[in-house]
């Protein structure tokens, strides 16, 4: 069974870093995509930036572009999500997930949505003060 343990979330000002990170347990498929996920009150959850497992290429979201580093480290089992220059924008829950992912071409891809992952975290709040 797959368990996803997120952590490092806090309350910063704006134009500060954060570094989340999630550990995980069990056998995830190196064709799966691990997701960091953000929900911010009242509105949807939203992937903000993914990576595929088989070959480690990464994706994110026009609005974190620049300043969200999505990273692994293979023998910790752990996923990072490196965020710099942060806004009040960013302020949200934070989860960490896992799904299938699949090759279309040559290229991987992997789902946006969040109905195609099946596992996540609890999460850890980020809060952004201007």
């Known amino acids: 069974q797959v368990q996803l343990v997120e952590s490092g979330g806090g309350s910063v000002q704006a134009g500060g870093s954060l570094r989340l990170s999630c550990a995980a347990s069990?056998?995830?498929?190196?064709?799966?995509?691990m997701g960091w996920f953000r929900q911010a009150p009242g509105k949807e959850r939203v992937r903000v930036a993914r990576?595929?497992?088989?070959?480690?290429?990464?994706d994110y979201a026009d609005s974190v572009k620049g300043r969200f580093t999505i990273s692994r480290d293979s023998a910790k089992s752990t996923l990072y999500l490196q965020i710099d220059s942060l806004k009040p924008d960013d302020t949200g829950m934070y989860y960490c997930?896992?799904?299938?992912?699949?090759?279309?071409?040559?290229?991987?891809?992997?789902?946006?949505?969040?109905?195609?992952?099946?596992?996540w975290g609890q999460g850890t709040q980020v809060t952004v003060s201007s």
């Open positions: 069990g056998n995830i498929p190196s064709s799966y995509c």
């Open positions: 997930a896992a799904g299938p992912g699949t090759i279309i071409g040559a290229s991987p891809w992997c789902p946006i949505g969040r109905d195609a992952y099946n596992y």
């Open positions: 990576i595929y497992n088989a070959d480690g290429s990464t």
